[in-house]
């Protein structure tokens, strides 16, 4: 079992910055990848970025040179450094890991940026 704590959500003007994190605890040896989703009413949840344990990122298209994904292990942390934030990146972002077969998800934190 794993169990996942974002934090680090808010309201933020466009061009603005938040830095997401993603905190995990339990069998957190048996995660090899963890990743950043988004979700908006009415659409289906959306990757953003992944992060191996070895540390290797990806993120799509749409928030490369604006996003970046990183870990600390000690922390047992993930996080999600978000600037140049536009209206379009407001949505609840989730943290998933993956876990010998299973997906652990998060709560989510609200990202909302104003215009």
């Known amino acids: 079992q794993v169990q996942l704590v974002e934090s680090g959500g808010g309201l933020v003007q466009a061009g603005g910055f938040l830095r997401l994190s993603c905190v995990a605890s339990?069998?957190?040896?048996?995660?090899?990848?963890t990743a950043w989703y988004r979700q908006t009413p009415g659409k289906q949840r959306e990757l953003v970025a992944t992060i191996t344990t070895g540390g290797r990122p990806n993120l799509v298209e749409s928030v490369k040179g604006r996003f970046t994904i990183s870990r600390d292990n000690s922390k047992n942390t993930v996080y999600l450094q978000m600037n140049s934030l536009k209206p379009e990146d407001t949505a609840v972002y989730y943290c998933?890991?993956?876990?010998?077969?299973?997906?652990?998800w998060g709560q989510g934190t609200q990202v909302t940026v104003s215009s």
């Open positions: 998933a890991a993956n876990a010998l077969g299973y997906e652990y």
């Open positions: 339990g069998s957190i040896f048996t995660i090899y990848l």
